[in-house]
């Protein structure tokens, strides 16, 4: 029975999430885990209102804040260790992770 560990991770802060990736890139280099990624979603940029007042009157405003999310999707197929300790890691202030572990039943096996 083979896991895939699916990993996701977002930032607004795209030099320290490209640094995160290359640390779990290279922990999958070390151990020989077999690592699909990362694949880059295309960013997302947000615009978010500020008014001056709290009943929201929009003719009293302040300019817009505008700010854009980076996306790297990363799969660690079987080597449940590596998976472990990229789930334990210790992330910087800033990055989004979501862990998710899919089992996959192999062929012939009933």
């Not at 607004?12 to 077999?34: E, Q, T």
Request: hydrophobic letters at 30%; aromatic letters at 6%; glycine letters at 8%.
């Amino acid at each position: 029975m083979t896991f895939i560990t699916k990993v996701l991770l977002q930032s607004g802060n795209r030099p320290v999430l490209d640094n995160v990736v290359s640390d779990i890139r290279s922990l999958a280099g070390r151990k020989g885990a077999d690592l699909r990624g990362p694949h880059s979603d295309p960013p997302e940029r947000h615009r978010v209102p500020q008014y001056k007042t709290l009943s929201g009157d929009e003719s009293r405003q302040f300019r817009s804040w505008d700010y854009t999310v980076y996306t790297r999707r990363l799969e660690i197929v079987g080597h449940n260790d590596v998976s472990r300790r990229v789930a334990r890691m210790d992330f910087p202030p800033g990055i989004r992770v979501e862990v998710e572990l899919e089992q996959i039943q192999g062929m012939g096996k009933a």
